[in-house]
């Protein structure tokens, strides 16, 4: 019987054949596609020929081509419905395919062959694409180890080994302590919620085999539920139990394992002769020294600090007016924040969500890329891999684009968060191969024969994360190495956050926000108000997401602390950590920066695209128009579809003409007064 997973893809699209594919087909897929790969680079290492450009570097461009199509269904399906089987081979592969990588990049004859093209670059008449391609390679690969002696390189691969072992496991014991917590709710215990938190929690209790109610630390339930619920002791339960997630003790703790990751990496960096793993990581990226992070997270902290302050105050005396004696608790703000939301700008999210259903906003997001982009979206019928997933294929003037899939409920077995990802990448090398994105999110499922409704936070996720589709779609280079998001990690949220500010049009409001029931336009005062608080509560969310930026920071600026948890509580002492805020992601929960490399030293990378796209947005609103074309071209042709081509400081400054300061972001946060 042949493997679905390597014959020829020939349905619509060359979508993965996922109706086809069962758990078993995986494992040996990943191996004929392994030993492929290894073939192919063990003859490029062995070539006898002069290195050029096209028997080094394009060649292993396409030389893991199997692989990487059986990679890009795996990963997505075990980030998005994951089963044991899946979890296991996950298991079993990170240690596998750690190895490979270190095979590949380590390879004495391949280094010689990518340094000796290094070194006579400027004689190979490369295009200017194709410079930056060697480039990041020769980075790669000495990056990597591939300078260091023998024993550097042996001991580099164990590293990355190891490291790829704890990152997986990491990530799977927090997937567990989220699928296996939940607490029933029992009729009086559902005081203050609102129908449609009632509607979820009563889905969250079928999606267990339970009757009534049940809360789980999915964030579209535990978050409306902390805002609502009238039952102190019940919030303080549930918020307790979020923030513990990963540190419960029992084989899914999270706390030695992070210990140990950050002492290999910071081997890993001294290895390679840096200072500490925060200077290696950020050479590359736009901040490029772990000072200037500091500097941009500082310069912010002080009056977020100062608003969440004084915001704790006013919430503190309405809890005291409540007969509530004592301080505030991080389980209190949400509740009277969201009390003081409803008296100072009549917003009451049971309210304003039904002018927010998920399809409409999935519309509006379209909309706006057509406006913009002249996309046009039509809805596929093709098989899936969940019920939940749906595609549109995504065209320009009659030519195809990209394949589009959302998925965006809550299930037990999809991953916390919102993350854009690839089935395909898109590049030109070796026949025009257009790219198949995916955007995951995790919005609460509504009750059967319901539509689904998000909240104002809720829709702007779905902007940010079509923002980073976006940047997927609209890809148009020649090499995958440079492709899409393949750009510094301080420049990638710039398109996801640029777009979010598209929401905040009045005219797509007028256009798209409409009742779920009665299909009436959001009335012009209610979203006037929507609009008006904009900046509200921003000191709690600045507070808590710089306070875990810089406890990202503090734990690779400098030797890898023996206990983690004991460094975070000093950083946030020394901060002056509000009681009644607590940072964005515990230690032991930390997923951005544990559960691989990618935001590791590098959380604060949301706030460094943050000035990018206040300034990015400003550029429109100076022509008078959100939608300008020629503004939306330059955006297109230097950033969106520029991916990796070049250094982020050179594609913003063609598109802007500078690079910007940090006051519109600040006064975009309400934390600065407006100009």
């Not at 710089?546 to 602390?561: C, I, N, T, Y």
Request: some cysteine.
């Amino acid at each position: 019987m042949t493997n679905p997973l390597l014959d020829l893809w020939t349905g619509p699209f060359r979508l993965p054949p996922f109706a086809a594919v069962a758990d078993a087909d995986f494992g040996p897929a990943f191996e004929a596609g392994l030993a492929e790969a290894r073939a192919r680079i063990a003859a490029i290492a062995a070539e006898v020929a002069t290195p050029t450009f096209a028997n080094t570097i394009e060649a292993l461009e396409l030389s893991e081509e199997t692989l990487d199509r059986v990679s890009g269904v795996f990963f997505n399906l075990v980030s998005s419905d994951a089963t044991p089987a899946r979890l296991e081979l996950q298991r079993q592969l990170a240690p596998k395919l750690a190895a490979f990588s270190s095979e590949v990049t380590t390879n004495p004859a391949l280094w010689r062959r990518i340094e000796d093209l290094w070194q006579h670059r400027e004689t190979l008449g490369l295009t200017r694409e194709q410079a930056r391609v060697l480039e990041l390679y020769h980075r790669m690969f000495r990056r990597a180890g591939a300078a260091l002696s023998e024993a550097g390189r042996a001991r580099m691969a164990e590293v990355t080994g190891r490291l790829a072992v704890l990152t997986t496991q990491f990530t799977q014991n927090v997937l567990a302590e989220e699928r296996d917590w939940w607490m029933p709710l029992e009729a009086a215990e559902l005081a203050g919620l609102p129908d449609f938190v009632q509607d979820g929690l009563a889905e969250a209790a079928k999606e267990r085999g339970h009757t009534g109610h049940v809360l789980t630390l999915n964030r579209s339930l535990i978050v409306p539920f902390l805002q609502f619920s009238a039952r102190r002791d019940l919030r303080e339960r549930a918020y307790e139990a979020w923030m513990a997630r990963g540190a419960n003790g029992g084989a899914t703790d999270n706390r030695a394992i992070a210990a140990e990751i950050l002492k290999l990496r910071e081997e890993r960096a001294r290895l390679l002769g840096y200072d500490s793993f925060a200077a290696f990581k950020l050479e590359p990226e736009m901040a490029r020294t772990p000072a200037a992070v500091r500097a941009l997270l500082m310069r912010v902290w002080e009056p977020a600090r100062a608003k969440a302050e004084a915001d704790a105050e006013v919430l503190a005396r309405m809890m005291h007016e409540d007969g509530i004696n004592g301080p505030l608790e991080p389980w209190d703000w949400r509740y009277y924040s969201e009390r003081r939301r409803r008296a100072e700008h009549d917003l009451d999210e049971a309210v304003l969500k039904p002018y927010l259903p998920l399809d409409s906003m999935i519309a509006a997001a379209f909309d706006t890329a057509h406006r913009l982009f002249g996309l046009e979206f039509r809805p596929l019928d093709v098989p899936l891999y969940h019920p939940d997933a749906r595609a549109w294929e995504v065209t320009r003037q009659g030519r195809h684009i990209a394949v589009f899939i959302g998925d965006y409920l809550a299930r037990p077995s999809k991953r916390s968060g919102a993350w854009m990802s690839a089935f395909r990448g898109q590049r030109k090398l070796g026949g025009e191969r257009r790219p198949v994105i995916v955007n995951t999110c995790n919005f609460a499922r509504p009750a059967e024969g319901q539509p689904a409704l998000l909240s104002f936070d809720d829709a702007r996720t779905l902007f940010h994360e079509f923002g980073h589709a976006l940047h997927g779609m609209l890809s148009d280079v020649t090499y995958g190495f440079t492709a899409g998001t393949a750009v510094a990690r301080d420049f990638v949220e710039l398109p996801s956050q640029l777009f979010e500010h598209w929401l905040e049009v009045p005219e797509v409001l007028e256009t798209f926000a409409r009742h779920a029931e009665t299909g009436a336009p959001m009335p012009r005062d209610l979203m006037d108000r929507l609009l008006a608080a904009s900046t509200y509560d921003q000191g709690f969310s600045t507070v808590e997401y710089l306070a875990s930026a810089l406890v990202d920071l503090a734990f690779h600026e400098g030797a890898a602390p023996d206990d983690p948890m004991a460094l975070q509580e000093k950083v946030l002492a020394d901060l002056g950590m509000p009681q009644a805020i607590r940072m964005r992601h515990a230690t032991p929960h930390f997923t951005h920066v544990f559960s691989g490399d990618g935001y590791s030293a590098g959380y604060y990378s949301y706030m460094w695209s943050e000035v990018l796209d206040a300034d990015a947005f400003a550029a429109f609103r100076e022509t008078g128009d959100p939608f300008d074309a020629e503004t939306a071209r330059r955006l297109e042709e230097n950033i969106l579809s520029a991916g990796g081509t070049e250094e982020a400081e050179a594609l913003y400054t063609r598109f802007r003409g500078r690079l910007p300061g940090v006051e519109p972001m600040l006064r975009g946060r309400g934390l600065l007064d407006p100009a």
